[in-house]
Structure formats: C-alpha cells, structure tokens
C-alpha cells in the first residue's frame, strides 16, 4: 500500500469529505481482498493526484463498517465530495475499477 491511506474513526469523516475518494473496505484474513489489493495499488498509482485512495480495516473499524452497510468484503465506495455515488462487493478487475472512476472524475 504505497501511497494509499488508512483510514480509522478518527479520519474517515473528514478524508471522504471533498473530492473523488474510494474506500476499500476489508480485512487482513480476507482471500478475495488480498487479490484485490494489486489491483486497488494499481489503480492509485494510475489516478494518484485525482482520486484519493483509502482502506478501511474492518475488524479494527466496525463502526465505520456498520454505518456504511458493510455486509461482506471486499466492498468498495465510491465517493464524490462526501456523497456515496457507487458501490461494489466482490473483486473487481481493473477495467471495471477504472470506469467507476472514470465516471466520478
């Protein structure tokens, strides 16, 4: 995670706040979240300076989960200036992850 930032209660309210962020919520245990990582790095990498990118540690951050409907892992938010314009569960591959973005920018 090179420049990805982890979020926790602290943090999470005011970094989804403004601008196109995405938050991939998962877990350390989690198979399908750890395919999903090079992935997610890549994509940082691709749209650093356009799009924040940040982890939520769902064993360690369950209120955040909760709040957020957090049924299973890994799930992705896509938020814009603090609004939820999508949501995935389940590994996505970079094609489909781009266009999401794509779509907010």
């Given at each position: 995670m090179s420049n990805i930032t982890v979020l926790d209660d602290s943090s999470y309210s005011e970094t989804i706040a403004f601008g196109v962020v995405v938050v991939d919520?998962?877990?350390?245990?989690?198979g399908p979240c750890k395919m999903?990582?090079?992935?997610?790095?890549?994509?940082?990498?691709e749209y650093e300076g356009k799009a924040l990118f940040c982890k939520v540690n769902v064993d360690e951050c369950r209120d955040i989960a909760m709040s957020n409907s957090i049924m299973?892992?890994?799930?992705l938010l896509f938020f814009k200036d603090g609004e939820?314009?999508?949501?995935?569960?389940?590994?996505?591959?970079?094609?489909t992850l781009y266009g999401k973005i794509n779509s907010l920018l």
């Amino acid at each position: 995670m090179s420049n990805i930032t982890v979020l926790d209660d602290s943090s999470y309210s005011e970094t989804i706040a403004f601008g196109v962020v995405v938050v991939d919520f998962y877990a350390d245990w989690c198979g399908p979240c750890k395919m999903m990582a090079p992935v997610f790095d890549e994509a940082q990498a691709e749209y650093e300076g356009k799009a924040l990118f940040c982890k939520v540690n769902v064993d360690e951050c369950r209120d955040i989960a909760m709040s957020n409907s957090i049924m299973s892992i890994p799930t992705l938010l896509f938020f814009k200036d603090g609004e939820i314009k999508d949501r995935v569960s389940g590994v996505l591959d970079k094609g489909t992850l781009y266009g999401k973005i794509n779509s907010l920018l």
